[in-house]
């Protein structure tokens, strides 16, 4: 699942492909996880917009350091992780083992971990670079639906076929964007490239965020479907986020080629309140990964897709109010189109694993019948 700004999830886009358990947790668990997201991701959204997108001090100045901001998300994410793993160790869900405490269990999904963090912590730069071109309206939307990177990387290298309604919702997520896009309102007293005034340029390295996504879904669903008793979701948590941590990590001390540290380091110094900011980011950001992995666990996906779809329309909404956007009728139709392919993407996925619990209870009844028979 992908962070808005670009930065990776470590959650499979699949994460239940063989149908989600029955609910474990209670009504009371259910309110608090979903509050939980809903508090953690609004607030994270807020405070991204702000952070990339908004000047700080009477010199007007932007935060312009996205590794910086990237290794203290993910060493906030890798710390609370750990702890969340030791958790559900030590309070496994019912009717399920608990997990391995290893963190990397083996060589062979140590190597394929850390191919998925790499294209991790390279997907986040662009994402960021592509918000000084495009508005972060046009941002969530072209991130709103993981589905059409990995389709394109299924078809291309897997040569993987797809029922024709994610082909349909791939047409109105990206046609929904285009319109966005398009009938994007171009203020008269600021005709400049920026964050508010969309561009091929923005759009572009928006797509290559999105491809590196895509990369990463894929890979991140390859490993849970390879070793699902080895790899659980705190575990993967933990190590994408200990290992991205250590990249960028390498990165900002050894590359000689960048000083964006000690930009970061004196925009601190002399705009206090950014790092404020970045520790409420990261924190809200680790908080809320772990309300997805619970919510995962305990009620499963499509519990899960409903709250994350209606999550990222409530933070557009969110950014229209606080910051001041201003959309068109024909954006407006956009936003529809978007959303609206979304959540049919939910509803027919809905269907489909009601239908494979269905089939699954005939199954054991007819199972149980024979036996019954052949007494």
């Given at each position: 699942m992908t962070s808005d700004n670009g930065k990776k999830k470590p959650i499979p886009s699949d994460p239940l492909a063989a149908g989600d358990p029955p609910p474990s947790g209670s009504l009371l668990q259910l309110i608090v996880c979903v509050g939980g997201i809903y508090a953690s991701f609004l607030t994270w959204a807020v405070l991204q917009e702000r952070i990339t997108t908004t000047s700080y001090g009477p010199d007007k100045v932007i935060f312009r350091s996205p590794l910086v901001l990237n290794t203290v998300q993910s060493l906030f994410a890798s710390i609370t992780g750990y702890l969340y793993l030791q958790y559900t160790i030590c309070h496994p869900t019912p009717g399920k083992p608990a997990p391995s405490s290893a963190i990397f269990p083996s060589r062979d999904i140590n190597l394929k971990l850390l191919l998925v963090a790499v294209t991790q912590s390279l997907a986040s730069p662009f994402g960021y670079a592509s918000l000084k071109h495009i508005d972060y309206i046009t941002f969530i939307l072209a991130k709103s639906c993981k589905l059409l990177p990995v389709m394109f990387l299924h078809l291309t290298i897997f040569r993987r076929s797809y029922p024709f309604y994610k082909y349909a919702v791939v047409a109105s997520v990206t046609a929904g964007v285009a319109v966005f896009t398009l009938y994007h309102p171009v203020s008269t007293t600021k005709k400049h490239k920026g964050s508010e005034t969309s561009s091929l340029w923005g759009l572009f390295l928006l797509s290559i965020n999105l491809l590196f996504?895509?990369?990463?879904?894929?890979?991140?669903?390859?490993?849970?479907?390879?070793?699902?008793?080895?790899?659980?979701?705190?575990?993967?948590?933990?190590?994408?986020?200990?290992?991205?941590?250590?990249?960028?990590?390498?990165?900002?001390?050894?590359?000689?080629?960048?000083?964006?540290?000690?930009?970061?380091?004196a925009f601190i110094r002399n705009h206090p309140r950014v790092l404020t900011d970045i520790l409420g980011f990261a924190a809200c950001g680790a908080m809320g990964q772990v309300f997805i992995f619970h919510t995962l666990s305990q009620f499963g996906s499509l519990v899960l897709v409903t709250v994350t779809v209606t999550r990222k329309m409530v933070s557009m909404m969110l950014s229209v109010v606080l910051f001041g956007h201003r959309l068109s009728g024909m954006q407006w139709v956009g936003v529809g189109m978007v959303f609206g392919g979304v959540a049919a993407e939910g509803e027919m996925k809905r269907r489909g694993e009601v239908a494979k619990r269905e089939a699954k209870k005939r199954a054991i009844m007819e199972n149980g019948g024979e036996v019954k028979k052949e007494k």
């Open positions: 996504d895509g990369l990463t879904n894929s890979m991140q669903d390859h490993i849970f479907s390879s070793h699902p008793r080895l790899v659980s979701g705190p575990q993967m948590m933990t190590a994408l986020n200990l290992l991205s941590s250590v990249l960028t990590s390498l990165y900002l001390l050894l590359n000689p080629f960048t000083n964006e540290l000690s930009v970061a380091t």
